[in-house]
């Protein structure tokens, strides 16, 4: 069975400090990972996957298929980056059926 | 980007009454839907996948009778929750993909909150 692991439900940091939000999976084939955000009182949105390798508001995710980790960083965070992350995992390669972990609050604080 | 929306976003009801939720793409046309459930500070949980023109696909220990999916055409996908009880009183919220674009990224709805007295 797949499943997606946060441990953190809260995290708080300054404005300007370094943030990770870890992400631990568990799947024994090859999985697909997702970072999702979710600001106050808008919808779900895709933060960013691990195949494009891309940095999205400053935030990177690198998959350690040692470690089964897929944690989310930034190196200096905003205000405005205060928001519900989701780590998501899609065991079909695509993004069909996502398999969520339970979220992590992040607050920046100025 | 695009865009999927739902109604109703907010919805009260009285226990043994069915509710009709529908998930929209607005301008994108979606072969697959999937319809998620969130519990008060608890995950997303996938229900089913909304598949266009044929039977919907149900996660292990969602009961089908009980929440009832049609996806009658590429940008509609409707969630009935039969005979409601207060237990189903949740956030249902849905997500498409482009069956164009083919991205991979699923867009999510608003998501309907309701709620069974």
């Known amino acids: 069975a797949q499943r997606v692991t946060q441990p953190e439900k809260l995290l708080s940091v300054f404005k300007g400090a370094p943030v990770e939000l870890k992400c631990n999976y568990s799947y024994s084939g090859s999985p697909e990972l997702f970072w999702y955000v979710q600001y106050s009182r808008q919808r779900l949105q895709l933060l960013l996957r691990h195949i494009s390798r891309e940095s999205i508001k400053g935030f990177t995710a690198d998959l350690n298929k040692g470690e089964t980790s897929f944690h989310l960083k930034k190196p200096f965070a905003q205000e405005e980056d205060s928001a519900m992350y989701y780590c998501?995992?899609?065991?079909?390669?695509?993004?069909?059926?996502?398999?969520f972990g339970k979220g992590t609050k992040l607050t920046v604080n100025p | 980007g695009a865009v999927v929306s739902q109604h109703p976003s907010r919805v009260i009801c009285k226990s043994g009454t069915s509710v009709k939720i529908e998930c929209r793409s607005l301008d994108f046309q979606a072969t697959t839907m999937f319809w998620y459930r969130q519990f008060p500070k608890q995950s997303l949980m996938l229900m089913a996948t909304s598949n266009e023109g044929s039977k919907a696909t149900y996660e292990q220990g969602v009961e089908k009778d009980k929440f009832l999916i049609n996806h009658a055409s590429l940008t509609l996908s409707t969630l009935t929750v039969t005979s409601a009880h207060p237990e189903d009183s949740s956030f249902y919220i849905c997500?498409?993909?482009?069956?164009?674009?083919?991205?991979?990224?699923?867009?999510f709805g608003e998501g309907s909150r309701l709620t069974v007295l």
């Open positions: 998501a995992l899609s065991p079909t390669g695509g993004a069909d059926k996502l398999v």
């Open positions: 997500s498409a993909r482009d069956r164009v674009s083919n991205t991979g990224e699923l867009f």
